[in-house]
């Protein structure tokens, strides 16, 4: 798949997923990019604030688990998070992930996000979500960023793309992009202690691995089946395999 997206006349030292992935999207007048796995339930769960929500509004507005193209990106995605999106109607409406999403930036709501992007050059943003092959619980998406404007764009054929583009990146991050296993929802300990229990151990078993007491371990559990409304043990590990926690 790498192949794919690396310039094959290139003989020197090979170029990284992200690289391959900006110099194949650039073809398409695509300048830089921000990649990320999105909670199939995130347009809802925005808009619901209900405490027993697992992603909360801040959850979603924060920039863990998202590779970006360059650094500069990452700056301007930073930025767009914590000055500009919980009053952006573009975010809301990117949460969506039933089809691309083309950024308005020529109205006066979207004022504050089209200078933002405008100080970057940036005169076209695309949110393009993609279907996980191995989860009805989250999808991917790119958000694409241009210095054209969105009417002088030929995306003909670029969906084919990123989903090659999507794989090589999952193939190398996907533990970084999975969206439950972003913003500290679960103690890294009480995932280990999941883990050995999906492999059939007992509590017992697992105190002694993780070097804590029984009682430690029935906490970790307790506080997982409250975060993922889990009847019990089984339905526990059934939920976090669904959701990719381990």
């Given amino acids: 798949m790498k192949a794919l997206l690396c310039n094959e006349e290139m003989d020197a030292t090979p170029l990284d997923p992200i690289a391959c992935v900006k110099q194949a999207l650039s073809k398409y007048g695509v300048s830089g990019f921000w990649f990320q796995g999105v909670a199939n339930s ?3 769960d925005y808009h619901n604030c209900a405490l027993n929500r697992l992603l909360t509004r801040k959850m979603l507005l924060s920039s ?10 990452q700056k301007l995605h930073e930025q767009y998070l914590t000055r500009v999106a919980a009053t952006d109607p573009n975010f809301v409406k990117a949460l969506r992930l039933d089809a691309p999403y083309h950024y308005i930036l020529d109205d006066s709501e979207q004022s504050k996000t ?12 695309i949110s393009w979500p993609l ?3 191995a989860s009805n619980m989250w999808s991917c998406r790119f958000t694409l960023l241009s210095k054209q404007f969105t009417e002088d764009l030929d995306l003909v054929g670029i969906e084919t793309v990123l989903k090659q583009a999507k794989m090589t990146l999952l193939e190398n991050y996907h533990s970084e992009v999975t969206p439950y296993r972003q913003h500290k929802l679960f103690n890294k300990t ?11 151990l007992q509590n017992e078993e697992i105190s002694q691995e993780l070097d804590m007491t029984i009682r430690g371990v029935e906490y970790h559990f307790e506080s997982m089946r409250h975060k993922l409304s889990a009847t019990n043990r089984t339905h526990l590990v059934y939920k976090a395999h669904q959701l990719e926690i381990i």
Avoid: N, P
Wanted: charged share 15%.
């Fill in 131 to 133: 279907k996980h092959f």
């Fill in 190 to 200: 009480a995932i280990r202690a999941l883990q050995m229990a999906a492999l059939g």
């Fill in 64 to 73: 863990d688990g998202v590779i970006t193209s360059s650094l500069t990106v």
């Fill in 114 to 125: 089209r200078t933002l992007f405008g100080r970057y050059g940036i005169h076209s943003v």
């Fill in 42 to 44: 995130a347009y809802e």
